[in-house]
């Protein structure tokens, strides 16, 4: 679990701990995550460890991906949380070059990465990957386009990825959920009707995640995406 330190990522390993699953915290400084994993394991959660995870060096995923593979040979889940929001406060015109980049390398390229390195280890195990994020499809109320531009790239791998999975027989799954808007750092913990908290999400998360079907290439989303007021 990428991110896994606060946020939805921090939701979602909660709920999937307490259902059942041993969790490992992807996160990038080591006081955030022990933190992190006191309060988890206070709520029952069985925490294996962290692993450090910095989605825009490259180099260090690679490692990453290694260590997890010694230390942790049985995983069969990734879930691809960690994210940034890009600046969101301006239109596309007011966009900086080197926020598109910056939110693509985190979004898209590092997620694409790690999720690569870890591909050996998860087909052996028969795992599943999912991507948290956001519609392709352009929403009216809501657009920002560095993060928009990355979510949309990170939902074609999950496309192209269940396609070449399913044509292979690869014996790994790939699907994307959209937790809707949730209330945390990534939004200044913005509260309005239609947003939710990152244990409802958690919890909705977990759910989809155990629920014993298979979502090869499917998009789901939890929550749509409201009109802020
Ligand atoms: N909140 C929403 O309304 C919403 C809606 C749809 C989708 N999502 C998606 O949900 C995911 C989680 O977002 P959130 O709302 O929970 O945001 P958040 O509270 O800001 O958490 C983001 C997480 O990503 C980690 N992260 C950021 N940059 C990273 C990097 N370069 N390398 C590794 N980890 C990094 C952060 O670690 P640090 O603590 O070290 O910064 C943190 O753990 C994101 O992918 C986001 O796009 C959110």
Do not use: C
């Not at 701990?17 to 206070?42: C, F, H, N």
């Not at 962290?50 to 260090?60: H, P, Q």
């Amino acid at each position: 679990m990428t991110g896994a330190n606060k946020g939805i990522g921090y939701g979602v390993a909660k709920h999937l701990g307490m259902s059942g699953w041993q969790v490992i915290l992807g996160a990038r400084d080591a006081q955030r995550a022990e933190k992190a994993i006191t309060q988890l394991k206070s709520s029952g959660v069985d925490v294996l460890g962290w692993v450090n995870i910095e989605l825009r060096d490259l180099s260090s995923l690679e490692q990453a991906a290694k260590e997890i593979e010694e230390r942790y040979p049985e995983l069969s889940l990734l879930v691809n949380n960690a994210g940034i929001p890009g600046d969101m406060s301006v239109d596309s015109q007011h966009t900086e070059l080197r926020d598109i980049k910056e939110t693509l390398d985190v979004n898209f390229v590092g997620t694409f990465a790690l999720t690569k390195a870890l591909m050996p280890l998860l087909t052996k195990n028969h795992g599943r990957i999912v991507n948290v994020t956001v519609p392709s499809e352009i929403s009216p109320y809501w657009h920002p386009l560095a993060y928009v531009a990355s979510k949309a790239a990170q939902n074609a791998l999950m496309g192209v990825m269940a396609i070449e999975f399913q044509q292979a027989g690869t014996p790994l799954e790939i699907f994307s959920v959209h937790p809707g808007p949730t209330t945390t750092d990534l939004n200044g913990n913005m509260a309005l009707p239609g947003f939710h908290d990152i244990d409802t999400v958690g919890r909705k998360m977990a759910e989809l995640i155990n629920d014993g079907q298979s979502h090869q290439g499917e998009f789901i989303e939890l929550y749509p995406i409201v009109k802020e007021d």
